[in-house]
């Protein structure tokens, strides 16, 4: 299933945390060099990958690092709440925020639902 922005950006950046060409970024985000090239430019032009001398080779910044760490803290309790691993997250595509706080809505729904007593007319 499709992997949300974030998703690829963390996965970008967590390739880059100790120095990574551009071949081994696109291998360990599982990306073609068209779509690496798009999405290092927005990290780098946001401050969370920076160029090294050396060329092709990116390393994740400080504020990357802080981001990494945010974006953990948002999903990791999503999907502890959806009772989901990683793999099975991204399989059913509910790597999308939106996607995980409807299902939490519903559920929340679901569970006063079925709290209500139940009364005849």
């Not at 922005?5 to 073609?32: E, F, M, P, Q, S």
Request: hydrophobic share 40%.
């Amino acid at each position: 299933m499709r992997r949300s922005d974030l998703d690829i950006c963390a996965d970008i950046l967590v390739a880059a945390k100790r120095g990574a060409k551009k071949t081994h970024i696109v291998y360990r985000a599982n990306l073609n060099f068209k779509l690496v090239r798009k999405y290092l430019r927005r990290l780098i032009e946001n401050g969370l990958l920076r160029p090294s001398s050396e060329k092709n080779v990116y390393t994740t910044t400080d504020e990357g690092i802080d981001f990494l760490e945010q974006y953990r803290k948002l999903n990791t309790p999503l999907r502890k709440r959806a009772g989901l691993s990683r793999s099975i997250w991204r399989s059913r595509g509910l790597n999308n925020v939106v996607s995980t706080l409807i299902i939490l809505v519903v559920i929340a729904l679901l569970t006063t639902v079925a709290t209500l007593p139940l009364t005849s007319p």
